[in-house]
Each structure stands twice: as C-alpha cells, then as structure tokens.
C-alpha cells in the first residue's frame, strides 16, 4: 500500500526515501565518486562550460560541467530542465565545485516544459530554493510537483507546488499561523488569513482589520492548514485540492511581504492565471 500512495504523489522511492543518497560514494577502483539529483539549474560559464546546481534531499551542489554548452556534448542530456540525474565527477579536483566526468539521467518530466504554467511556477519554486537551501520535505514536493506535472495531473501538482513553498516557507521562518486566530487565539470561527498579522484570523477580528482581506472559504482554510501541517504522502490521501493557482500565488505573495524580496516572475504568473480564467 505504502507504495502504491509513493506512487500516487510521483515520488521516487529511489531518491526520495533514502535521504542518504547525497552522502558520498566512491569506486575503490576508478577512485571516482558519484551523487544524483534534481537538476535546479544551468548557468553559462566561459565559452561552452556551465554551473550545474543540483538539488539532493540534503544539500545544494554546484557542479563544474566542461563543454556542456556544445551541441554534440554527451553530458548535455544529463543537465536538461525537469530531470533528476546521477553523476559521476572526480574527487581530486573537486573542492567549492564537483567536477563532472559522465553520469546517466534517470529520470526526465520533460512534458513541464510544455506549459508556460509549470515553467514559471518551478522557476520561481528554484529561485526560493536556491535562496534557502533544500530539505527533504522541499524535495519530496518538488519532484512531485514535476512528476505530476508530466503526468498531466494539474490538481496533484499544484497540491504539492504548494506544499512545497510551505516547507521553504518553514525553513525561511516565515509560515504562517493555522492553529488559532493570531488577534484573539480563538479556533472557531476562523474567516481569512491575514499576511499582515501572520495567520489565521476569526469573523469577529476580520471586521477590525484595517487591511482589505477578504473571507475564504472554508475549503481553502481547511486545505491550507492541512498544508502546513500535514506531511506531503498525507496530503495526497486527503481530498481537497487547489483549484487553480490562486492558492500558489498567495503563497509566493506571503514570501515576498515577509522576505521583501521582489520575485519578477510572479507578475507573469499572475497573468498567465488572469489569461485562463478569461478564456473559460
């Protein structure tokens, strides 16, 4: 059973499971040593090298990649967007950067690339990362949010998109407060979510806020708490689910207010939502 609900989020038992798989692995015989994971992002270096960040459950790697950027380049594959990939890389030269010799892709949700959506809500995911790390909880999500992605399953995507900014949320120390009303500690009654006093908020407290928040409905409530609390294998037995974005963009709003951090990308995600809702 248990296997079956992994595969329900799209998680690989392979990587995601075994939060060891980032500890380092070394052939006696080619003295070379190998780690996989999920491909975060390229940067162009020099004429035809590139910076590779790899996301383990553990930790960010930069990956030192020579001639990735050239078009016959066997290691090309292995740093396409949407992958998770095993790599091996030589030791002795690797110090602030692992260097890379060859590696094979294990697996690739190259159908995210085929929505304007998915692309900008993951870059967006990678940017939050690159900024506060990973962890295993972040990493689960993301791998699901592409798994299901690729498999067409938008709802079960967006669910654990969203699950994963909480986590990074958490580890940024900026989540929001589910268990109470943050005005008055009350638990019935809840109405909204107010960013500015940090949390959940009752009817009676909503009518005395100076800022425009508008109710939610208690599905929303709901899900959000579940959000927060629960973990994502949980989440995907329960049944609520986001709608559409709306939920994802308000998260990435909470990061912005409380960071101060301006994501340029939001405003396009914004109107890629606005453009669907017009099209219905």
């Keep these: ?20 798989d980032d500890v380092l692995v070394i ?11 999920l491909v975060l992002s390229v940067m162009d270096y ?29 290691n090309r594959r292995l740093f396409a967007p949407f992958s998770l990939s095993h790599i091996n890389y030589d030791p002795k030269y690797s110090g602030e950067f692992i260097y890379l010799i060859n590696g094979n892709v294990i697996d690739s949700w190259w159908k995210c690339s085929e929505s304007l959506e998915i692309q900008t809500a993951s870059a967006l995911i990678v940017n939050l990362i690159e900024r506060h790390g990973v962890n295993p909880q972040i990493y689960s999500s993301l791998q699901a949010f592409w798994s299901c992605a690729h498999k067409g399953r938008e709802q079960d995507a967006l669910l654990a998109a969203c699950k994963a900014v909480i986590e990074i949320l958490r580890e940024a120390g900026m989540v929001m407060n589910v268990d109470e009303c943050v005005l008055c500690s009350r638990t019935d009654r809840i109405a909204s979510v107010s960013m500015k006093e940090g949390g959940f908020v009752c009817l009676d407290c909503l009518d005395q ?63 890629l939502r606005k453009e669907r809702l017009n099209a219905l």
């Design 209 to 271: 806020l100076e800022e425009d928040n508008l109710p939610w409905s208690k599905e929303n409530l709901m899900l959000l708490r579940r959000l927060v609390r629960l973990p994502l294998l949980q989440l995907f037995k329960q049944p609520l689910r986001p709608k559409d974005y709306a939920l994802l963009i308000e998260l990435f709003e909470w990061y912005q207010y409380y960071s101060d951090f301006r994501m340029r990308s939001l405003d396009f995600l914004r109107m």
């Design 46 to 74: 020099k004429d035809n090298d590139g910076l590779v960040t790899l996301a383990t459950p553990e930790k960010l790697i930069k990956v030192y990649a020579r001639g990735i950027q050239k078009e016959k380049s066997k």
């Design 27 to 37: 052939d006696d015989e080619s003295r070379s040593a190998s780690i996989e994971g």
């Design 1 to 20: 059973m248990n296997s079956l609900n992994n595969q329900a989020a799209g998680i690989s038992k392979n990587s995601s499971d075994n939060a060891s």
